[in-house]
Each structure stands twice: as C-alpha cells, then as structure tokens.
C-alpha cells in the first residue's frame, strides 16, 4: 500500500508511451489522498493530466477497492459521465498480484457551487441508477464489520457497541431491486466545465467513484439526501420526476420511495458514524470525533424509540 510522500516515478513503468513531467498533491479528499500528475505522450507529442489514485492504508481501512473502481469506469467509459480510466497499476513483483493504484484522466473544471441546483443533483442521481449494474454490492452489515475493525479500542465505548451491536444484528431494509449506486454523490463531486456557469445535469461529470458498488437505489439516495442537507420530500419528488421522464413504462409511487429513503436513513448514519472514527484513527482530525458524537446521540435517540 502507498502512502508516499513525494510522488513515486516507478507507477510510471507500466504505462506506455508516457514520460514524467509533473505531479502535485490534490487538496481534499476524505478518503484518501491524490495527485495531479502531468505526463507527457511522446506518439501524439501531447502533454495530459491525469489523476493517481493510490491504494492506500486509508483506502484499505475505508474498504476502497481499486480494481472494482477500474472495472466500473472502464464500463461506463461511453457514457461521458464521469473521468476515463488510463490503467490500473498492479505489482507483480510479490508472490501475488497485488493493485497499487489507479490512474484516471483529470477533469478539466470547477466543483460545482449551489447554482448547481438541488434538483439538478437528483436528476444526477437518478443518471447513476441508469448505468450498468456492478457485479459487486454495498452489504451495510459487512461495511460496518469491517469499519470496527478498524476503530480503536478507546473508542468503542458501551453507547458505540450498542449502536454496533443494533445495526449489526437487525434485519437489513429492502425495497427497489440492485442498480448501480455512487455512494458518495454531493457537489464535491461534480465536476462543471469552466464554460458553463449554468450547468445542466447533461454538461458536468461526477468523480470519486470509489465507493460506487450495486446496491438499493433509495440507499444511495438517502445518503445523497443527508450528505447535501436536502429536504426529503423535494429531493425523492425531483428524483422520481426525472426516471419517470426517461422511464415511462414504470410508475415511481413518490411515497414508497419517500418512505424507502427515510427507513434507510438510521443506516446511513450508523455507517457515518463508524466511518468517522475510522476517519479519525486515520487522520487525527478533532472535528470527525464531534460529527461522531452529533451522529451517536441521533443514534442512540432512535434505538431508544425503536
């Protein structure tokens, strides 16, 4: 795993065609971090930026697989929607094979602002729900078993395993078939075209397609809702006007999806909650300790009413 902290010239090996030119340490991030690396194609005499995606300590702790991130952007390539994956960097110099990191194109653009509306970000997510569906999916359960793995011990107080030990051992909610899910779509993740101040859903890209896996629709909205502050209501009615604008054989009912969204939150937060004191044992920042604490007390007030 890479956590270098200068940018390391051997990734380069396996990629034909490329000579160095520049890298620099992308801002952000809360996964893991990036860099901007510029390289330079001698057979088109072109110099391009690409983004590193290293697998990381952080990423193996969070539960990041960069080969299924390779294999999703490979198979959504067409679609124009998020970066184009350059190549997958494998070590095969140990006994087994093992994914060092990722190399993806860099999106030229700015984050995108609140201009970006609120409903143009649910019709985004429901682009997603579009796409191909990945062979592998978010099992809540299993994230957040390998998320305590991960917690210091000090951390895991009584109230903390009692939130653990409630999630972990109820059943799991159900109700829209597997689609394909981001998992972490918020502005942050949308990339606008410097040209394009008054982006539409059609002009911008997403990117961190990190946590993307198979998984329920109304999860991966839920968790869109909470991380932008949306308003329940507003975000599934935006969300379901728009798939029934480019599915008309289907009938989305607003209220089931509106009552999926809201029996999917609690769940949300529980793996919030643990992925901050992951976050936490990773990076030492003091403010992932008070989300964690917002997060526990919500937690605890809803097992008590449970």
């Known amino acids: ?22 890298a620099s340490k992308l801002a952000g991030g ?16 072109q110099t391009k930026y690409y983004v590193w995606r290293p697998f990381s300590t952080a990423a193996y702790v969070f539960g990041i697989q ?11 390539t ?8 350059l190549q997958l960097v494998v070590n095969t110099d140990s006994s087994t094979e093992q994914v060092v990191g990722l190399f993806v194109e860099w999106l030229a653009g700015i984050e995108a602002s609140p201009h970006f509306s609120d409903t143009a970000l649910c019709q985004l997510q429901a682009k997603v729900h579009q796409l191909p569906v990945p062979c592998w999916r978010l099992d809540i359960q299993q994230r957040g ?10 951390h895991k107080t009584p109230q903390l395993t009692a939130i653990y ?35 539409t859903v059609e002009d911008v890209k997403i990117i961190d397609w990190e946590y993307a896996a198979a998984g329920d629709p109304s999860l991966d909205l839920a968790m869109t809702i909470i991380a932008n502050d949306l308003d329940d209501e507003l975000a ?37 909650l643990l992925w901050y004191y992951v976050g936490y044992d990773v990076w030492h920042q003091p403010q992932y300790l008070q989300y964690a604490s917002q997060l526990q007390l919500q937690l605890i007030e809803y097992i008590n009413k449970y």
Request: with cysteine; glycine share 2%; aromatic share 14%.
């Open 78 to 85: 067409e679609t124009g929607l998020a970066p184009k994956p």
């Open 236 to 272: 599934v009615s935006d969300y379901c006007d728009y798939r029934q604008l480019v599915d008309k054989e289907t009938h989305f009912n607003k209220q089931d999806w509106l009552q999926a969204v809201i029996g999917w939150k609690p769940w949300c937060q529980y793996l919030a």
């Open 30 to 45: 809360l996964t893991n971090r990036c860099w901007k690396v510029e390289l330079f194609h001698s057979s088109t005499k």
């Open 66 to 76: 960069r080969q299924h991130e390779y294999d999703l952007l490979t198979m959504i």
């Open 165 to 199: 030990n409630f999630f972990q051992n109820h059943a799991i909610p159900t109700a829209f078939a597997d689609c394909c899910c981001h998992f972490d779509l918020g502005r942050y993740n949308v990339i606008v075209p410097c040209s394009k101040q008054g982006a």
């Open 145 to 154: 078993h390998h998320y305590w793995q991960h917690i210091n011990t000090e």
């Open 1 to 22: 795993m890479s956590d270098h902290v200068h940018f390391n010239h051997d990734l380069l090996r396996t990629l034909p065609d490329t000579e160095f030119v520049s």
